[in-house]
C-alpha cells in the first residue's frame, strides 16, 4: 500500500471483515475485500514510528524485515483464494542491545501463519 488514505482504511475499520492480531512486537490489521479491481489480491503495509525505533536506520531495517517475511509468505496465503489488505505495525520499543532481527522476523512469520489460517477457515466457512 502506498497511500496514507489506504493506511486509515484499513486501520479503522471495525466488523466482520476486519482481522485484528496482535504478537510480542507486532500487530496485524487486515481488511478482508471483494475482488480487487487493480488485480491485487493481497497488500502489504508497513508502519514502525518513532516513538518505537527512534533511528532512522532502525525504522528502515524493521521495515526491511517485514516486507521479506510478508513477500515469503505471500505465495502461501494467495493459495487460500482471499483478497486482503494488511498492515504490519510495531507496537514497541525496540530493544538497546541485542539481536532483535531474529526475533521480530519469528514473530512476522507466526503472526502471517495465524493470519492463513484464520482466512482459510473464514473462506471454508463462506
Not at 496485524?28 to 514510528?49: D, H, I, N, Y
Not at 525505533?53 to 493459495?79: C, F, N, T
Not at 525496540?94 to 507466526?110: A, T, V, W
Not at 503472526?111 to 473464514?122: D, E, S, Y
Request: charged share 30%.
Amino acid at each position: 500500500m502506498i497511500k496514507s488514505a489506504s493506511y486509515g482504511v484499513v486501520l479503522s475499520s471495525r466488523g466482520p471483515k476486519t482481522v485484528r492480531l496482535s504478537s510480542r512486537w507486532l500487530t496485524l490489521t487486515a481488511l478482508l475485500k471483494p475482488e480487487s479491481e487493480t488485480g491485487e489480491r493481497l497488500r502489504f503495509g508497513f508502519t514502525v514510528g518513532k516513538a518505537n525505533a527512534h533511528r532512522g536506520v532502525d525504522r528502515v531495517l524493521v521495515k526491511r524485515i517485514l516486507r521479506e517475511s510478508a513477500r515469503l509468505s505471500k505465495p502461501a496465503l494467495a493459495q487460500s483464494n482471499v483478497c486482503a489488505d494488511v498492515v504490519l505495525r510495531l507496537k514497541c520499543r525496540l530493544p538497546k542491545l541485542g539481536s532483535f532481527k531474529q526475533e521480530l522476523r519469528q514473530d512476522c512469520d507466526e503472526l502471517l501463519l495465524r493470519f492463513g489460517g484464520i482466512v482459510k477457515k473464514a473462506v471454508q466457512d463462506a
